[in-house]
């Protein structure tokens, strides 16, 4: 995967779709667009946990989906 200019992330209003993005102030974080919190208008949003997200500080520069999990092995025991 490589980085791609932010100008190029899918912003999508109806769902919460989340990317790598890469921004000045924080560096590399899981974040996605929407609003902060219900009501708030749209913007980068880091998120920590369901109950945990903030507005990006700096600015937003790239992003990169994120990588498919890894698929569950099963071990003999």
């Known amino acids: 995967m490589e980085w791609r200019d ?9 769902d919460v779709d989340r990317w790598i993005i890469l921004n000045t102030s ?6 996605y667009w929407g609003p902060q919190y219900f009501g708030m208008d749209y913007t980068w949003v880091q998120w920590h946990h ?5 507005e990006v500080e700096g600015k937003v520069t790239h992003w990169m989906p994120l990588p498919e999990p890894p698929t569950p092995t099963t071990s003999e025991e």
């Open 6 to 14: 932010i100008a190029t992330a899918p912003k999508i209003e109806d």
């Open 50 to 54: 369901r109950s945990e997200c903030q």
């Open 26 to 31: 924080r560096g590399v974080t899981c974040g």
